[in-house]
């Protein structure tokens, strides 16, 4: 397993970690907290990138090494916009965000891009369904 697979991945998602917990503004964070919102984020994209691997007939590699490089995806680039005092740098986060998953899972742009419309839309569609529910 080369080091693209698993060592990278891992060693961004504990930077990102570290960087949520250490922001300014997020003292009251915890790490049950931000583990849930991660795992519920990570849940959202693993099925965007199912339906994404489904329209456009690619590949996202075996699911353990899919999970980690999807949670490397997401958690890097929030924990570099949580330390950012600059609010001028709001383009770096998906710029990241999508530059991670075409360097990760050696993916075209236009898949990228594809597959984080997909996820978006899951999110917006389950922020939805759960205020819905909430509202009664």
Do not use: D, R
């Not at 456009?56 to 949580?82: C, D, E, H, N, R």
């Not at 597959?115 to 917006?124: E, G, H, L, R």
């Amino acid at each position: 397993m080369n080091a693209k697979e698993l060592y990278i991945p891992e060693a961004m998602i504990i930077a990102g970690v570290a960087m949520h917990l250490l922001a300014p503004g997020e003292e009251g964070t915890t790490i049950v907290g931000l583990a849930l919102a991660m795992v519920v984020h990570v849940a959202f994209a693993l099925a965007g990138c199912f339906i994404t691997a489904g329209l456009l007939k690619i590949s996202f590699g075996g699911l353990f090494s899919a999970v980690i490089k999807l949670a490397a995806v997401i958690i890097f680039p929030t924990g570099i916009s949580a330390i950012a005092p600059i609010t001028q740098l709001f383009f770096l986060e998906p710029v990241l965000y999508l530059g991670l998953m075409v360097w990760l899972f050696e993916i075209e742009w236009f898949e990228a891009v594809v597959c984080s419309a997909v996820i978006f839309v899951m999110k917006m569609l389950a922020a939805t369904l759960i205020f819905t529910l909430l509202a009664g």
